[in-house]
């Protein structure tokens, strides 16, 4: 396949999986709007720094209110990283890449683009958000579906969840990032509603509320938090779940190619990293300085792979 | 329903009765009930909508996606009619293709006088770089639509040959997927000659062009200017229908000698380009060197024999506007027989006389730029405005070489769809031709684009033009 046809599709679900990791970031955020009566500005701050847009955001508005926050984040085009912005880009790297593309998901990129357009095109009234964020996530998840369906397992189906899994991976490290001091188990003697609110958006953040407390019987506690979604196997958006994840497609393109590259070295420390680790061992390192050391080899592992197979010139 | 006798209804005689190649279809559109065909009209548009069926107009707002409007009334074409338009059309081809190696070679036509050596020596289509250089099996034009306009019975005229880059084989294809999802009980009661062969054939014709140095079986892949080209769509279309890579130009090197395209696992020899790109961006290196789209230093891989181009480069001298008015003389010239389908009149500005007839009657005329196509800057006489037709004749004044004028044809009409049945619209008809050292093969058919706004005559898309699907009967 053609370099640049590897770099369309692992960039289409990149950007796919970042609308849906917008709408969920969005939703929490709502979430603690509702659920606190006084100032939010700080939580809506955090929003921006977790998407990744601060500076962009800075540059417009003085202050961090819901409107203004959700405006920017759905349906600004300054915006690199909006809802809007990131659906259209996949649809333009999948118009880029149509020839590797099943009809199905082809028209399921085709038909997020064409429905968010329409229902992005004035501001979002609160009274409509959630059912709003939730067609976002839906949509998103229409395209992976029709790519699990439809796609031969071959490399085009491999660069796809490829492009997936970094993102993940990436998403979920700036979560941790931004809340990394609700977290430290210092946090647990604060044991305030608040802290737990907190708490509680960073898990809705990555849609996993439920899965965890099903996990761990209910009780929450701020070290039980970080090692679910630095270190879990079975949670689909853990760092160590998406690693595994890259792991393994990369594998697979070895195996299919014959070749092994610099990429492979470098997932395999990744892997090797988070399992010579214990949540104690992240906390004794620091976990600030443990996540910010992630997000550093995660991009370097998305930079060296668009090199590797040659994505661009 | 309003028939203007003046035009030529395909479908319904003068007295009102229904033309022979439309007996069935009228018998079944006649017990449809309107409401529904409104519905499957509007299933249609979101069809298209969301297959991505879509071009792009420039000069709008950057790059704007547009759906040509699909009318869900066929036009259909006897067995007889079309084997007499084919046979016409094969003979044009033959002769372009012919011309085409002439002009690159010896150069005996215009040695015999048949035409001015200035119209060719002083045309921006005549690419020197192309002398001498043979191309496998002689092929110059390998992909052709012909455009067909008809005014009465037996009356065929042909008003672009497009033997560069013809677009639109995409919609001839769409449109009948369309039809058949949508009607499939008309393809029961009709025969119609398919054309979903065309992808297939196209493969086949651009692999037995490949270069003689070619051994193994030939690598093919369509060259796109990208996403933002007004065809893109078709250009995607076609790689995936014919199963090979749609590349650009920066997927592209030269690499021993050959042009090789960038995987995934290095790079892959190509040995059949069917590129979408114009003359002047395809290498930089000997055409315009600021072009991005093509491929630097193609030009030396080709002459040295190691690729195929299609179309050739240079091949625009043959559908040139100015050159059109002598492709009579030139099917003569080169297979000794009379051209079987007419040229329409046509007025070449650069000679003192025709410039002159053309001013003293410019409201009755249309004028095209020499090398201009999709429609734009063009004047239809008839519809302009006393500003529009001021404004052009100054133009002309300043600037005469660069413009062919025409009578307006009274081009024959179909009924289109619309809100109280049936009405009357201008058509023509662009059959897409395959030319490869094993034959020219023509698809029954073609697209046919209609002028949708009442008593037009401008089909093209980009300016409000519509298609239809295009029956050809079987006998």
Redesign the interface.
């Known amino acids: 396949?053609?370099?640049?046809?590897?770099g369309g599709l692992y960039w289409m679900f990149r950007f796919l999986e970042r609308s849906e990791n917008i709408a969920r970031l969005i939703e929490a955020g709502f979430r603690i709007a509702l659920t606190r009566s006084n100032d939010t500005a700080s939580d809506w701050k955090s929003v921006v720094t977790t998407a990744g847009v601060r500076r962009g955001y800075d540059a417009i508005y003085d202050s961090y209110t819901s409107e203004n926050v959700v405006d920017f984040l759905l349906r600004d085009t300054r915006n690199p990283s909006s809802a809007i912005t990131v659906i259209d880009k996949a649809r333009?790297n999948a118009?880029?890449v149509?020839?590797a593309l099943t009809?199905e998901v082809?028209?399921a990129v085709?038909?997020n683009w064409?429905a968010m357009k329409k229902a992005l095109k004035s501001p979002i009234p609160d009274t409509e958000l959630p059912a709003l964020l939730g067609e976002v996530r839906r949509h998103s998840a229409l395209v992976r579906g029709a790519l699990h369906g439809t796609m031969l397992r071959n490399?085009n189906y491999d660069?796809a969840r490829i492009g997936t899994a970094i993102e993940r991976a990436d998403y979920t490290a700036r979560i941790i990032d931004v809340k990394y001091y609700t977290l430290l188990p210092s946090a647990n003697f604060v044991g305030s509603p608040l802290d737990n609110v907190q708490w509680e958006t960073v898990l809705r953040s990555v849609s996993a509320h439920r899965s965890f407390r099903w996990l761990g019987d209910g009780e929450m506690t701020s070290s039980g938090i970080a090692e679910f979604l630095i270190l879990d196997s079975r949670f689909p958006r853990s760092l160590y779940f998406a690693s595994k994840t890259l792991r393994e497609l990369l594998a697979y393109?070895a195996e299919d190619?014959g070749?092994r590259h610099a990429c492979h070295d470098l997932i395999d420390e990744q892997v090797a990293n988070l399992r010579q680790h214990t949540i104690r061992s992240i906390f004794d390192e620091g976990l600030h300085e443990f996540i910010s050391a992630f997000i550093r080899q995660n991009n370097a592992l998305g930079a060296q792979i668009e090199q590797d197979?040659?994505f661009n010139? | 329903m309003d028939t203007k006798p003046i035009h030529f209804d395909e479908m319904l005689a003068a007295e009102g009765s229904v033309r022979a190649p439309y007996h069935a279809y009228e018998a079944w559109f006649s017990k449809q009930n309107p409401s529904r065909l409104k519905a499957k009209s509007k299933d249609a548009e979101a069809f298209f909508r969301r297959t991505g069926i879509t071009f792009n107009v420039y000069g709008k707002e950057a790059a704007q996606e547009r759906l040509i409007p699909f009318d869900l009334i066929p036009r259909i074409i006897s067995s007889r009619e079309w084997t007499k338009l084919a046979k016409g059309i094969e003979q044009r081809v033959r002769a372009i293709n012919m011309f085409l190696y002439d002009i690159y070679h010896r150069q005996e036509i215009l040695r015999a006088g048949i035409i001015p050596t200035d119209l060719i020596a002083k045309n921006d289509a005549f690419l020197p770089q192309m002398i001498g250089l043979t191309p496998p099996g002689d092929v110059y034009t390998h992909i052709v639509g012909t455009d067909i306009v008809r005014t009465g019975e037996d009356d065929f005229y042909v008003l672009e040959d497009n033997a560069r880059t013809p677009s639109g084989v995409s919609y001839m294809l769409e449109n009948r997927e369309t039809m058949l999802q949508m009607f499939p009980e008309l393809f029961s009661q009709n025969r119609v000659k398919p054309v979903s062969d065309y992808p297939k054939n196209l493969r086949k014709s651009l692999a037995a062009c490949a270069p003689p140095n070619c051994t193994g079986k030939p690598t093919v892949a369509i060259l796109t200017p990208g996403i933002h080209n007004s065809a893109y769509f078709e250009h995607s279309f076609l790689a995936d229908q014919m199963g090979v890579e749609l590349v650009e130009g920066h997927d592209l090197r030269v690499v021993d000698g050959h042009i090789a395209m960038r995987t995934t696992k290095g790079h892959k020899q190509i040995d059949v380009l069917y590129r979408r790109v114009d003359d002047d961006y395809l290498d930089p290196l000997n055409f315009r060197p600021d072009s991005m789209l093509g491929v630097p230093g193609i030009m030396d891989v080709y002459r040295a024999g190691n690729i195929t181009i299609t179309n050739a480069p240079g091949t625009g001298i043959a559908d040139d506007k100015a050159i059109y008015s002598y492709i009579p003389d030139i099917v003569e010239f080169y297979t000794g027989e009379k051209a079987i389908l007419r040229n329409v009149e046509t007025y070449r500005c650069a000679e003192p006389d025709a410039l002159k007839y053309v001013l003293d009657n410019l409201a009755e005329l249309v004028v095209k730029e020499v090398h201009g196509s999709g429609g734009y800057g063009m004047l239809v006489g008839p519809a302009a405005s006393k500003k529009e037709l001021a404004d052009f004749e100054q133009k002309l004044r300043s600037n005469p070489a660069n413009y062919i004028a025409q009578p307006t044809l009274s081009l024959s009409t179909v009924p289109i769809f619309v809100k109280k049945g049936l009405s009357p619209r201008h058509v023509d008809l662009r059959p897409f031709v395959l030319v490869s050292p094993n034959g020219i093969e023509i698809t029954p058919g073609g697209l046919t684009r209609v002028a949708l706004q009442e008593g037009s005559l401008v089909v093209n898309s980009s300016q409000g033009g519509g298609t239809k699907d295009t029956w050809v009967l079987e006998e």
Do not use: H
Not at chain 1, 1 to 6: I, N, Q
């Open positions: 396949m053609l370099g640049k046809t590897a333009t118009r880029m149509r020839t009809t082809w028209e085709n038909e064409m490399d660069f393109l190619y070749e197979y040659r010139k």
